[in-house]
């Protein structure tokens, strides 16, 4: 790989045989040398959760110009963690993507999300960084409408860069064209009704993820859920820093004594 082009870390949580990650490769090989690095089975709802009790295999997968890929048995924190300190011993990636994933990870999703769990760790390691996701569940989604628009945002953030402890995550509405780009709050909402229960023969009961999503606020013109409900792409900037300011500057009133 040359040092003329950007380097790209690419890797998702639907696994390395995922349509959405290989879409994403092709778009991105036109524009930066990829290095990928993506979990060996679909690692969906990972977050940013890691790998402690057991040891992660890496495999080196394709070697073609401009594209190398690996898989690692890992969540895809980890595959990023792993990428960074046995890939590249010389030259830091320019950036870090994820995706493109098969689902929607616009308001609460991105909190479970290892699509934006990738972007969350490479933000972490204070590399900028992108989780990008379509709204179709579909493994054969069509990814081609998205295409323009990853380049064009990918590039701008190659030249610009990302404050510190930030990342982006992108979402893309279920549509052949989008009406544009809004760049867009987290929606207030939460999901009702998340497992349905299923009785066995022998009793027992076991319990399948299901629920719906409910939009805590449906007239809101400047959150992800709004832009993505009327065609537009949702860019989200999403911070690292956990800490919640305003509360903290409340809690210096608080009273902590012990009695």
């Given amino acids: ?20 990650l290989n879409e994403l490769i092709g778009f991105l090989r036109t524009i930066a040398d990829v290095v990928v690095l993506a979990p060996a089975t679909p690692r969906s709802g990972s977050g940013c959760s890691i790998t402690s009790s057991l040891p992660i295999k890496l495999v080196k997968d394709l070697q073609e110009p401009g594209v190398t890929r690996w898989i690692c048995s890992g969540t895809p924190a ?38 934006v769990g990738v972007a969350i760790e490479g933000a972490l390691k204070g590399i900028p960084s992108i989780a990008f996701s379509l709204c179709d569940h579909s493994p054969s989604a069509d990814f081609m409408p998205l295409k323009p628009y990853i380049i ?88 690292v820093d956990m800490t919640a300011y305003s509360l903290m500057e409340m809690m210096q009133g608080w009273d902590f004594s012990a009695e």
């Fill in 152 to 239: 064009a945002i990918t590039r701008r953030v190659l030249e610009m860069g990302l404050p510190a402890g930030t990342c982006l995550n992108v979402n893309f509405p279920k549509a052949a064209e989008f009406k544009g780009i809004k760049v867009c709050r987290q929606t207030r909402g939460d999901w009702q009704d998340e497992f349905e229960a299923l009785e066995r023969k022998n009793g027992e009961k076991h319990f399948w993820m299901t629920g719906e999503y409910r939009n805590d606020e449906p007239e809101s013109t400047d959150t992800d859920h709004w832009a993505l409900d009327n065609g537009y792409v949702a860019i989200t900037p999403t911070t």
């Fill in 78 to 115: 980890d595959c990023i963690k792993l990428a960074l300190h046995v890939l590249f011993p010389e030259r830091k990636p320019d950036l870090i993507v994820g995706g493109i994933n098969h689902g929607d990870n616009s308001s609460v999703n991105a909190h479970y999300s290892g699509t």
């Fill in 1 to 20: 790989m040359t040092n003329e082009r950007p380097l790209i870390l690419v890797s998702n949580d639907d696994g390395y045989r995922a349509q959405g």
